[in-house]
């Protein structure tokens, strides 16, 4: 049990775009998703927690405007980077937490390339 | 403020070689302290979760420790795909994960 899905696992997209990364609890209600951006051999940084039905608590320096996070539903969370550029080429990644769980369960990640 | 450190930043072990992995944090009011594996290019795989000083954890030739200072993973005759990076991570009372930066472990065959 436990599984959560994210999608795409990768893309590749122009300077200026905007990309929507979705990740969705497949076999419990996540009450809490998070989103983290991690760099090459680097560890995960919390970019931002968001409670299903509320507004998305960003970590102090990431961009709200850039970053856009809806969690409408108890099963989907999306992330959506908007006028993208190269520098926010990274590895993102989600993770969700049920009701009354302490484990998180992550997504197996996007890589996201801007060119 | 809470703060998690592994060591080492890299380790090299030669298949069968035992060796352990180090997360020292300092949290207050530790509410649980997570062990992942995350293979390049893909999410953290939970391993463990521990959550009081003494507490102990197995799963095939992995064994996760927990004292009030640091945790041990414990790696016993590993196989060349226990490659990865282990991360661990602490959890708070009402705070969210802080992710230690990880141990690169290559086990060569």
């Known amino acids: 049990g436990a599984v959560v899905s994210q999608h795409p696992s990768w893309v590749i997209c122009k300077s200026g775009t905007s990309v929507k990364i979705e990740c969705r609890s497949l076999?419990?209600?996540?009450?809490?998703m998070f989103w983290y951006r991690q760099f090459p051999k680097q560890s995960l940084m919390l970019m931002a927690t968001?409670?299903?039905?509320?507004?998305?608590?960003?970590e102090q320096g990431v961009e709200k405007d850039k970053f856009l996070i809806n969690h409408a539903s108890l099963t989907l969370s999306t992330l959506t980077v908007t006028s993208a550029h190269p520098e926010d080429s990274s590895f993102y990644i989600c993770?969700?937490?049920?009701?009354?769980?302490?484990?998180?369960?992550f997504g197996s990640g996007t890589r996201l390339t801007v060119v | 403020e809470d703060q998690v450190t592994q060591s080492p930043e890299a380790l090299r072990l030669q298949e069968g070689e035992s060796s352990s992995l180090n997360c020292s944090y300092t949290v207050s009011g530790l509410r649980g302290l997570f062990w992942y594996r995350q293979d390049p290019g893909k999410g953290p795989e939970f391993l463990f979760t521990?959550?009081?000083a003494g507490e102990e954890k197995e799963k095939e030739r992995l064994k996760a420790t927990l004292t009030k200072k640091e945790s041990f993973l414990h790696i016993t005759a590993p196989k060349p795909e226990d490659s990865a990076t282990y991360l661990c991570a602490v959890q708070a009372a009402g705070q969210n994960f802080v992710f230690g930066p990880g141990t690169r472990l290559s086990v060569l065959p």
């Open positions: 076999d419990f209600q996540a009450t809490t």
């Open positions: 521990l959550y009081s």
């Open positions: 993770s969700a937490r049920g009701r009354g769980r302490y484990g998180y369960t």
């Open positions: 968001s409670n299903e039905g509320s507004k998305a608590t960003y």
